[in-house]
């Protein structure tokens, strides 16, 4: 593979490191910052929030600047802003340093994105692609451990200077390879939101955000999930995040295969259903240790099992909009993880339960897969036109 690629895909790692980080640290940064577990939870929560609304804007927004020049400017931003959460003394100004961050971060991947493919061979540019996004699920996936890690030997703040310093390394690797780019042409928001007129794909965009928010519910507090029901030590629970970002890694394998042999609509309905059992029952496997790493894994594998089924079944329902699609459906992703990350924060302060964020991101999930019926019953656009004509 092309080296540039390669170095698009490690700084897409650096960068989407800041997002989940401090999902296995919130109790020590609440602490810390002197606010509720919920309330450090929203660190999650706004970042999402504004990284999925960002990156289409942004990328329209500066369509004329050349493309080595805007990535550089915004790892610049995001370096200051990694900076500025290590600094910050309250909580007020670590949120507004994550508002930084989740926007310069938005723009670099999204231009990872759309530069990987244009370096390449034409014959090449599906790899180009799936590199990067496999730089950006790893950061997803391996980014709480390795934050738990260096929590524990230096403090949560050190987690933000070591990215900042992963970052200057990054911005330096694009300076010395990356040639220079011209901006070509960029969607406009219009276009982009007119593309939300396929209901059929809004309700596969629906049901993948549902899904994430499910997740999230649990997994963005999974830190006081396993203090409090388990009684494990930062070590353990350091070990147990690091076995659940190995199963998500697998589940995207899984979720390909599985859309390969039997379609993936069959694949959608069967990883949603089983996703809200699973999430379900969580709890009730905390009485085993081993029963529960079993059951922990099976819920990992399915957490990222959905996203390969589900961007095949984006591309073959509306292969003429599939790029924008496929830039909504990472907005829609980015969704589910603040709504998630939210709506846990709520059911923590109003039933002071954590396991309690286990059944109610069950019940989310159960939209995810009202929303996937929705999708998969509703006859496609294309097919509309043809039946019209």
């Not at 800041?18 to 509720?36: F, K, N, Q, W």
């Not at 493919?117 to 790899?127: D, R």
């Not at 690091?242 to 039997?262: E, H, K, N, Q, W």
């Not at 459906?329 to 990350?341: E, P, T």
Request: with cysteine; aromatic share 10%.
């Amino acid at each position: 593979m092309n080296f540039k690629v390669i170095i698009l895909a490690i700084t897409a790692v650096t960068v989407g490191l800041v997002e989940l980080i401090v999902g296995g640290i919130l109790p020590i940064i609440a602490s810390d910052l002197t606010v509720t577990i919920g309330t450090a939870g929203q660190l999650i929560t706004v970042f999402a929030l504004v990284y999925a609304i960002s990156g289409p804007v942004l990328l329209t927004l500066t369509a004329k600047i050349e493309r080595k020049k805007l990535y550089l400017i915004a790892l610049t931003i995001f370096f200051l802003g990694n900076l500025m959460t290590y600094f910050s003394p309250t909580y007020t100004l670590v949120m507004i340093a994550r508002v930084i961050t989740a926007m310069s971060a938005a723009l670099v991947i999204v231009l990872s994105l759309t530069i990987a493919p244009k370096i390449v061979e034409p014959a090449h540019q599906g790899k180009a692609i799936g590199l990067v996004y496999m730089g950006i699920s790893s950061a997803l996936v391996i980014g709480v451990p390795i934050g738990i890690l260096l929590t524990n030997a230096f403090g949560w703040r050190s987690v933000f200077l070591g990215i900042a310093v992963l970052t200057i390394g990054s911005g330096i690797l694009i300076y010395t390879f990356l040639e220079q780019i011209p901006s070509g042409n960029v969607l406009a928001i219009s276009t982009q939101i007119k593309a939300l007129g396929n209901l059929k794909i809004v309700g596969a965009h629906l049901a993948l955000m549902f899904m994430l928010a499910g997740h999230y519910t649990l997994y963005a507090y999974f830190t006081p999930f396993l203090e409090t029901t388990l009684n494990l030590s930062p070590t353990w629970i350091s070990i147990s995040y690091f076995l659940f970002g190995l199963a998500a890694v697998s589940g995207g394998a899984l979720g390909g295969t599985l859309s390969d042999r039997i379609g993936s609509p069959k694949s959608i309905l069967i990883v949603i259903s089983s996703f809200a059992i699973i999430l379900y029952v969580l709890p009730y496997a905390t009485f085993s240790f081993p029963v529960f790493l079993v059951v922990m894994v099976i819920w990992g594998v399915l957490s990222w099992a959905l996203t390969p089924p589900m961007q095949s079944y984006v591309i073959q329902t509306d292969p003429e909009s599939s790029d924008i699609h496929q830039s909504l459906n990472n907005s829609a992703l980015q969704l589910g993880i603040a709504l998630g990350s939210g709506i846990g924060g709520i059911t923590l302060g109003h039933f002071n339960s954590v396991v309690s964020t286990a059944h109610v991101g069950s019940g989310v999930v159960v939209i995810a897969f009202l929303c996937a019926i929705y999708s998969l019953t509703r006859q496609s656009s294309v097919t509309q036109t043809e039946g019209s004509k």
